[in-house]
Antibody, heavy 123, light 110 residues
Framework: QVQLVESGGGVAQPGRSLRLSCAASGFTFSSYGMHWVRQAPGKGLEWVAV????????FSADSVRGRFTISRDNSKNSLYLEINSLRTEDMAIYYCAKDYSNGYPPSFYFDSWGQGTQVTVSS | QSVLTQAPSVSAAPGQKVTVSCSGS????????VSWYQQLPGTVPKVLIY???KRPSGIPDRFSGSKSGTSVTLGITGLQTGDEADYYCGTWDTSLRAFVFGTGTKVTVL
């Protein structure tokens, strides 16, 4: 079955960087678009970014554009999110999610989610 | 603030029907497919509806989705205590070139 395991979260100071990872298994990772979604404490879901199955096409939310970079390594069945210039408003649980459709374009329907990794921003 | 608006909360008695609405615009709901997600307390979100009205395998037919213009509705019939959760709509916004979630609705079973 599909398994998505995030890692890399933790406590970081404002202005610093973090790299989140998501290890995928149970499906042909290289065939599916992948997403990052976050949820601040007590708040709703916020979509962060998507990357196409081969990594060539990326979109991100306006709130993170220019600071966050989504990437993937299909040889390692892994998805990444590079977070730069951390802000207090970036504090959230970060989930990686699998897109339902293989190939392109993505369906933007998230059929599998990881358990999430917590990012805390504190000086 | 999200471009998709949902009522903060709705409630109904066990066995009753509840509807959760999500309002958007021509650049998002009006132009693209919508999905719905259920997030039970302390758990990861789970998809209930995709492509406006389709249910993934394993989702009971008590859950239904519909779309009219720039609004969508999630219906839950035969309400159960286990349905108490936050519910989110979501869709691609063509103008923003980004996916957007609704503000979320908390469903309470009285």
């Amino acid at each position: 079955q599909v398994q998505l395991v995030e890692s890399g979260g933790g406590v970081a100071q404002p202005g610093r960087s973090l790299r989140l990872s998501c290890a995928a298994s149970g499906f042909t990772f290289s065939s599916y678009g992948m997403h990052w979604v976050r949820q601040a404490p007590g708040k709703g879901l916020e979509w962060v970014a998507v990357i196409s199955y081969e990594g060539a096409i990326k979109f991100s939310a306006d709130s993170v554009r220019g600071r966050f970079t989504i990437s993937r390594d299909n040889s390692k069945n892994s998805l990444y999110l590079e977070i730069n210039s951390l802000r207090t408003e970036d504090m959230a649980i970060y989930y990686c999610a699998k897109d339902y459709s293989n190939g392109y374009p993505p369906s933007f329907y998230f059929d599998s989610w990881g358990q999430g990794t917590q990012v805390t921003v504190s000086s | 603030q999200s471009v998709l608006t949902q009522a903060p909360s709705v409630s109904a008695a066990p066995g009753q029907k509840v509807t959760v609405s999500c309002s958007g615009s021509s650049s998002n709901i009006g132009d693209n497919y919508v999905s719905w997600y259920q997030q039970l307390p302390g758990t990861v979100p789970k998809v209930l509806i995709y492509d406006n009205n389709k249910r993934p395998s394993g989702i009971p037919d008590r859950f239904s989705g519909s779309k009219s213009g720039t609004s969508v509705t999630l219906g839950i019939t035969g309400l159960q205590t286990g349905d108490e959760a936050d519910y989110y709509c979501g869709t691609w916004d063509t103008s923003l070139r980004a996916f957007v979630f609704g503000t979320g609705t908390k469903v309470t079973v009285l």
